[in-house]
Nanobody, 120 residues
Framework: QVQLVESGGGSVQPGGSLRLSCTAS????????MGWYRQAPGKQRELVAS???????NYVDSVKGRFTISRDNAKNTVDLQMNSLKPEDTAVYYC??????????????WGQGTQVTVAS
């Protein structure tokens, strides 16, 4: 089976920075798109940023210019560098990955979530 393990959440003041990391482990043939989602209390889960295996990136408008997603294909990791954090960035952040265990079947996996709190 596949596990996505996240780290790096926490509490920070507005304007601060945090870096989230996620590692996919298991008997993996290939990892395709990876991404970070977030869910704030009372709101739907939304895509924050995604990155393809070829390093093409996509961001939700509210984080453009502040967040940077990156990945290491050799290590099956994806990071999210979050700068200039705002209170509205407060949410549980989830790592997501499309993983092939046995070609050609791809399955979506989720991490357990990590809390990010931005407050004075």
């Amino acid at each position: 089976q596949v596990q996505l393990v996240e780290s790096g959440g926490g509490s920070v003041q507005p304007g601060g920075s945090l870096r989230l990391s996620c590692t996919a482990s298991g008997t993996i043939f290939r990892v395709y798109d990876m991404g970070w989602y977030r869910q704030a209390p009372g709101k739907q889960r939304e895509l924050v940023a995604s990155i393809t295996s070829g390093a093409s990136t996509n961001y939700v408008d509210s984080v453009k210019g502040r967040f940077t997603i990156s990945r290491d294909n050799a290590k099956n990791t994806v990071d999210l560098q979050m700068n200039s954090l705002k209170p509205e960035d407060t949410a549980v952040y989830y790592c997501n990955a499309g993983v092939v265990l046995t070609p050609p079947y791809e399955y979506m996996y989720w991490g357990q979530g990590t809390q990010v709190t931005v407050a004075s």
